[in-house]
């Protein structure tokens, strides 16, 4: 499970993410939630450093911005914990996220999830933080755009996830962006390059092709949905034969990255 920047906004919204969680867990017995900053943390975290330094050092850039999932993970930790649900909170350096080298772009490379397995084996919600790293020289690095959302397919593809739900301010992908357009058609499903194609080019930031284009090449359905309204069809990103029956399995952890 994804909560992006507008589900995480506010610190009420933690406990309605909490309770959404836990309903699932009535159905998954193994539950990884990705989150993003809250709101626009990073981009007032980018204002600070600016306001520092007109032209921020990358490697202190990324130090900074990192901050703001950190925050979200904690805090989901914390209302998860309140409602009597075991939780515990991974930064994308603690959960095994292995990036490039460079700072502000970096591209993920591998996933090597060792520490947060026994936690998923326990039936505890591992929440990890998106958007973030580490370099093999032990960096904190940052993703880029749509980083939160790769952090989320990498970590499904990973651990064998039967599927990646993203909980979104709108209701699933539509043929326009629904946020400035009223005639627009919604897509209960799509293929990956279908879904890519309409993102790209008129369905607004709801996906980042790269998060789509690394499920499509280890064959991981999508499912886009409402924060707002969980309960509704969304959109459904898959090939026709997919399977929703893997599970995770330390010893098939899958590396099918190449710098994504």
Do not use: W
């Amino acid at each position: 499970m994804k909560f992006g920047g507008a589900a995480t906004k506010s610190p009420e919204n933690f406990a309605r993410i909490a309770n959404l969680i836990i309903e699932k867990s009535k159905k998954y017995s193994q539950i990884l939630t990705v989150v993003s900053a809250m709101g626009d943390m990073t981009d007032q975290l980018i204002h600070l450093a600016h306001q520092v330094h007109p032209t921020p050092p990358k490697r202190e850039y990324d130090m900074l911005v990192s901050v703001g999932e950190r925050i979200s993970i904690s805090l989901l930790a914390m209302a998860l914990l309140k409602e009597g649900k075991e939780a515990v909170s991974f930064t994308g350096s603690q959960s095994g996220i292995i990036t490039s080298n460079q700072h502000s772009e970096a591209k993920i490379i591998d996933v090597r999830p060792y520490r947060i397995l026994p936690h998923l084996q326990s039936q505890k919600i591992v929440i990890v933080a998106g958007f973030q790293g580490v370099s093999d020289e032990k960096e904190i690095t940052t993703l880029g755009r749509g980083g939160s959302d790769t952090s989320a397919v990498a970590m499904g593809v990973a651990l064998g996830a039967g599927k990646v739900e993203f909980y979104k301010d709108v209701a699933g992908i539509y043929s326009e962006d629904p946020k400035h357009s009223t005639k627009n058609t919604h897509y209960p499903k799509l293929g990956y390059s279908e879904a890519c194609k309409i993102v790209e080019h008129s369905g607004g930031r709801v996906l980042h092709p790269r998060a789509i284009n690394l499920a499509q090449k280890n064959n991981l359905p999508l499912h886009v949905r409402s924060f707002y309204s969980a309960d509704g069809e969304g959109t459904l990103i898959c090939n026709e034969d997919v399977s929703s029956t893997k599970q995770v399995y330390e010893n098939e952890l899958s590396t099918h990255f190449n710098g994504i």
